[in-house]
Structure formats: structure tokens, C-alpha cells
């Protein structure tokens, strides 16, 4: 009997051993905020009308996206939320063990009906950090195609439970006019060039990112004016571009088929990411000119739309 209680007392202290040194797991509630607004604030102020940017059309949305990796680069936890305009915010929570994780925040606008029927930018690789990629679709987009990215460092513990994801523009945008746009009956297109397009946005294993580009030879669309579209007077609308050193120029389409270039060749412009450029092709002048805003609103442009409201604006998805 003695050696019976020994055994059983030897089989307990084996089990309390067991327990003690078994690696225990706690989750917690952690929540995240992300707000769509944040990329495009250095943005509406140089907007020519109220809600030319922050508003979307019904069949758009501003799909959100939360990405959370651990400290190997391995997706833990995901969260998509599609937003009716840049106003709205996404919150959402995943339970997680304590511990640092890299979360990654993505908005970009979409076209949805229940499910994406359309997009500018696609992703790939999102199960391990170092893999995913943003590539662009290869649309002109104008100003549907403005993408933000964002990262925060997570510590999950007792007392810290909440994050702000902050979002960043991964370019500039492009305002883009063109005066007394029907000045010639032979041209069928104005056409904004550009010798830098986007390529892809991809993340390294600490979820900083790079935003690559291709450089073209003046084959690649800022934006489009087709005269039958606009008024007699102008029009305008807007495009997100690549960040750095970028040359720029107008061509024309005529009816006979060619592609002029009509500014007597190209002007330089270093791009900086959240700025906004006013890119104006006076007609029949033949004038180009661009202006960085920084914030101080569209002197040219809303100082006559103040005189003659005849000025019209035109958007689409032409693939560039």
C-alpha cells in the first residue's frame, strides 16, 4: 500500500511539472482602425469641386484591406471591408496571442457589386509578407487609382489593445486641364505624356514597402481629352502618378492618324508623394504649364469656373 501511494504521488508530481512548464497562450481582443481619409487629405484642398475625390460613384467602393504577419512574415489574420466613400472608416479586431506582429493596412478603389467586377491595382502574396505585391492593372483610372499603404508595429499585451493604422499616398496627383478644348476641328484627342508609370508596390520582411516604376518613352497616358466630350470652353479631371524626376508632354491625335507632339517637347518635373500638380495645355496657343499646388487650392482653374461654370469634367477607365 505504502509503495502504491508512493507511485501515485510520483505520477502527480509528474503531471504538476508538466502543467508548470507547458508554454501557455493568451489571446487577446486587438482592434484596428483604419481611415481612407488619410490618403487623400493632402489632396482635397487643391480638388476643383467638392467631391470630386472624396465621393464615389455607386458602383464604387474603397476597398480597405488589414493585413497582420508574424514575426517569421506569416499571415495570422486578414480583414477586407469595402467603404462607400473615403469617409467612412473600417474597424475590425482579431484575436491574437501575445507577441509583436507587423500590421499593413491597403485602400484602393474598386468597382463592386457584391463582388469586385473591376480593379486598377491587383494583389498577390499576401501569406507571407515578403511576397505580397501590389501590380498595377494597367489603367488610366485618373483619380480611382490613387492607392495608400500603411504598417504599424504591433506589441500585443496586457493594456494595448488598440492601433491606428496610418495611411499614406503612394504618389502625387495629377490635376490636369486643357483650355478652349474644341480650338482645332482636325485633333480627336489631347493627350497628356509621361515617360514614368507604375509597376508594382512590394514589402520587405520589417513591412516598409517600395514603389517601383518602368520608365517609358512617352508611350504611356496621363490623362485623355477627347474634345467631343468637353464643353467649347475646357476640361479638366485628374490622374495619380509615380513619385520622382518625370518628364512630361501633350500630343495630339489627328484625323489623319497621327500623334503630334505639340508642346515643342517635354518639361521636367520631380514628383513628391501627397503633392498635387496642376498640368494646364493652353489652346490655341499651344502653351503647356505646371504648377505645384502645395496645398494653396486651383487659382487657375477655380478663379474661372467662378466666371463660367461651362467647364466640364470627364472620367473613365481607358487602359493605358
Not at 481611415?35 to 474603397?62: C, H, K, M, T, W
Not at 504577419?69 to 462607400?84: A, Q
Not at 508611350?219 to 479638366?236: D, H, L, Q
Not at 514628383?271 to 500638380?277: A, M, Q, S
Amino acid at each position: 500500500m505504502k509503495k502504491y501511494m508512493i507511485m501515485c504521488m510520483a505520477v502527480v508530481a509528474l503531471l504538476f511539472a508538466s502543467c508548470k512548464n507547458e508554454d501557455i497562450s493568451i489571446s487577446r481582443e486587438v482592434r484596428f482602425t483604419v481611415n481612407p481619409y488619410d490618403v487623400i487629405n493632402g489632396f482635397v484642398n487643391n480638388q476643383a469641386n467638392e467631391g470630386d475625390l472624396d465621393l464615389l460613384p455607386n458602383s464604387y467602393r474603397v476597398r480597405t484591406q488589414v493585413y497582420v504577419y508574424d514575426t517569421d512574415g506569416k499571415l495570422v489574420n486578414y480583414d477586407v471591408d469595402y467603404l462607400k466613400d473615403y469617409h467612412s472608416t473600417m474597424n475590425t479586431s482579431f484575436d491574437l496571442p501575445d507577441g509583436n506582429y507587423i500590421a499593413i493596412a491597403t485602400t484602393d478603389v474598386v468597382e463592386y457589386n457584391g463582388r469586385v467586377d473591376f480593379e486598377f491595382w491587383k494583389f498577390e502574396g499576401k501569406e507571407k509578407l515578403t511576397e505580397l505585391k501590389i501590380n498595377h492593372a494597367g489603367y488610366l483610372g485618373y483619380e480611382h487609382k490613387i492607392l495608400g499603404v500603411g504598417r504599424q508595429n504591433v506589441n500585443v499585451q496586457h493594456g494595448q489593445t488598440e492601433y491606428a493604422i496610418r495611411l499614406e499616398p503612394q504618389g502625387a496627383l495629377a490635376l490636369c486641364i486643357v483650355w478652349g478644348i474644341q480650338s482645332f476641328n482636325d485633333v480627336t484627342c489631347y493627350n497628356l505624356m509621361t515617360n514614368r508609370a507604375f509597376k508594382c508596390c512590394s514589402f520587405n520582411s520589417d513591412g516598409t514597402w517600395e514603389v517601383s516604376c518602368e520608365e517609358v518613352i512617352f508611350n504611356k497616358y496621363v490623362y485623355r481629352f477627347y474634345p467631343n466630350n468637353y464643353s467649347s470652353y475646357g476640361g479638366y479631371g485628374y490622374q495619380f502618378i509615380p513619385v520622382g524626376g518625370s518628364n512630361f508632354r501633350w500630343d495630339a491625335d489627328t484625323n489623319s492618324g497621327e500623334l503630334e507632339d505639340i508642346t515643342d517637347g517635354a518639361k521636367s518635373q520631380n514628383i513628391v508623394p501627397g503633392k498635387t500638380y496642376q498640368f494646364e495645355l493652353f489652346l490655341p496657343e499651344l502653351e503647356f504649364s505646371i504648377t505645384n499646388l502645395d496645398g494653396k487650392g486651383t487659382p487657375s482653374l477655380g478663379n474661372q469656373l467662378s466666371k463660367d461654370t461651362d467647364m466640364s469634367r470627364c472620367v473613365g477607365v481607358d487602359a493605358n
